[in-house]
């Protein structure tokens, strides 16, 4: 179930995780596995939240668990729960880059842009999604004017589209 769960299978993983869950209820690790697969399936959000909370109620420092949850709750628009969570699971495992993504998104929910976009560059460079690419060995962009500045895509193309609005600003800069 991890191994498929590691290449986005999320649905299969899914189901061997309830098969596991059928033969080992009490082990809090397949819980947060299967709240992570649920996750990451449409439609599936609730189920996430339940059995996430069922691995926090047998460990209630469980990173997985609150990482899931705190992730939930963005996908809920619950920015305050978001937080929470997060905070939770950087007291239960401090060093982590998941719980300031996800309270990046949170912040940005709620306004707070400094700490929402401190919180997005937390997760650059650490998953694959989010590669930190330097096409030169240039440092990364931080806001001054003038020089120059590659721009270049990094998510979808719904994402692509948006950010494009911002391309004449940034090239009057």
Same mark, same amino acid.
């Given at each position: 179930?991890?191994?498929?769960?590691?290449?986005?299978?999320?649905?299969?993983?899914?189901?061997?995780?309830?098969?596991?869950?059928?033969?080992?209820?009490?082990?809090?690790?397949?819980?947060?596995?299967?709240?992570?697969?649920?996750?990451?399936?449409?439609?599936?959000?609730?189920? /996430?939240? !339940? =059995? &996430?909370? *069922?691995? $926090?109620? @047998?460990? +209630?420092?469980?990173?997985?668990? %609150?990482?899931?949850?705190?992730?939930?709750?963005?996908?809920?628009?619950?920015?305050?729960? /978001?937080? !929470? =969570? &997060?905070? *939770?699971? $950087?007291? @239960?495992? +401090?060093?982590?880059?998941?719980? %300031?993504?996800?309270?990046?998104?949170?912040?940005?929910?709620?306004?707070?842009?400094?700490?929402?976009?401190?919180?997005?560059?937390?997760?650059?460079?650490?998953?694959?999604?989010?590669?930190?690419?330097?096409?030169?060995?240039?440092?990364?962009?931080?806001?001054?004017?003038?020089?120059?500045?590659?721009?270049?895509?990094?998510?979808?193309?719904?994402?692509?589209?948006?950010?494009?609005?911002?391309?004449?600003?940034?090239?009057?800069?």
């Amino acid at each position: 179930a991890r191994g498929l769960l590691k290449t986005e299978r999320c649905g299969h993983a899914y189901s061997l995780n309830q098969r596991c869950l059928a033969l080992m209820p009490h082990e809090p690790a397949i819980y947060v596995n299967t709240a992570i697969c649920a996750e990451g399936i449409p439609g599936k959000l609730d189920d /996430a939240q !339940a =059995f &996430a909370k *069922r691995a $926090l109620k @047998a460990n +209630p420092r469980s990173r997985g668990a %609150l990482n899931v949850l705190a992730q939930v709750s963005v996908h809920q628009c619950d920015p305050t729960a /978001a937080l !929470a =969570f &997060a905070q *939770r699971s $950087l007291e @239960a495992e +401090p060093g982590q880059w998941e719980p %300031l993504e996800k309270a990046g998104y949170a912040n940005l929910m709620l306004g707070n842009f400094g700490a929402g976009w401190d919180g997005y560059e937390a997760q650059v460079g650490q998953n694959r999604y989010r590669k930190d690419v330097s096409y030169t060995g240039e440092p990364r962009w931080r806001g001054e004017t003038g020089g120059k500045l590659v721009v270049r895509a990094e998510q979808g193309i719904g994402d692509e589209i948006s950010f494009a609005s911002i391309l004449a600003d940034a090239a009057k800069d």
